[in-house]
């Protein structure tokens, strides 16, 4: 566990909301928490993967997490879970977000399953 903390790192409550997102099919010597606050370390600050700090884990494997996550689909899993819950906590966020035009991606589609519903705190409650 490092102990100095950066802009870039995920604020407390966030972690326990997305860790259900992330599949996890072998055990690693890092804490998946560590490998996300360093992806975060590098997509903020806009350095090359071989710059991050030495509390991070390796650089390789920050970078293996971050294409694999990428593939799976996580990335807008994890999103899309956040929108949700920021539209929850915030009315007039969810005003505001739901009057903004849509816009189409132009991308082809991907192999990748649509995101799943991430828990909200209301569904949490009952």
């Known amino acids: 566990m490092r102990t ?3 802009t870039s790192d995920m604020a407390p409550g966030v972690w326990p909301r997305i860790v259900g997102l ?7 010597k890092w804490e998946l928490e560590e490998v996300v606050n360093a992806i975060l370390y590098v997509l903020k600050n806009g350095c090359g993967w071989r710059d991050i700090p030495g509390e991070f884990p ?6 293996y997490y971050f294409t694999k996550w990428g593939k799976e689909g996580v990335w807008e899993n ?6 949700v819950d920021y539209r929850e906590k915030t009315p007039t966020a ?3 977000t739901l009057n903004q035009p849509r816009f189409c991606s132009t991308r082809k589609a991907s192999k990748t399953p649509p995101p799943r ?5 209301s569904m ?3």
Not at 58 to 63: D, E, G, K, L
């Open 94 to 96: 969810r005003k505001k």
């Open 22 to 28: 992330i599949p996890v099919k072998r055990r690693s």
């Open 4 to 6: 100095k903390r950066y």
């Open 117 to 121: 519903p991430c828990k909200s705190a």
């Open 58 to 63: 390796c650089w390789n494997t920050v970078h």
């Open 78 to 83: 994890i999103n899309a879970c956040l929108i």
């Open 124 to 126: 949490a409650a009952n």
